[in-house]
């Protein structure tokens, strides 16, 4: 898959490329907020299991 098929606002925090105020800036909101820290990691952690690789197969082993 391509990351934004992946990857979205729910499951990660986006900054722009070069821009190191706004990586240090989304750092220190994640430090101060665990909470958006954890739903963000929970978020990922199902996003990771419904696209690996296990789960894309089981999807297309039918098709075999």
């Known amino acids: 898959p391509v990351i934004h098929e992946v ?5 990660a925090i986006f900054c722009p490329p070069g821009d190191l105020q706004a990586c240090k800036s ?13 739903a963000l990691a929970a978020a990922s952690r199902k996003t990771a299991e419904k696209d690996s690789k296990g789960a ?4 297309v082993l039918p098709y075999v």
């Open 56 to 59: 894309r197969g089981m999807v």
């Open 26 to 38: 989304a750092l220190s909101e994640l430090k101060e907020n665990p909470g958006k820290r954890d």
């Open 7 to 11: 990857l979205s606002d729910h499951n």
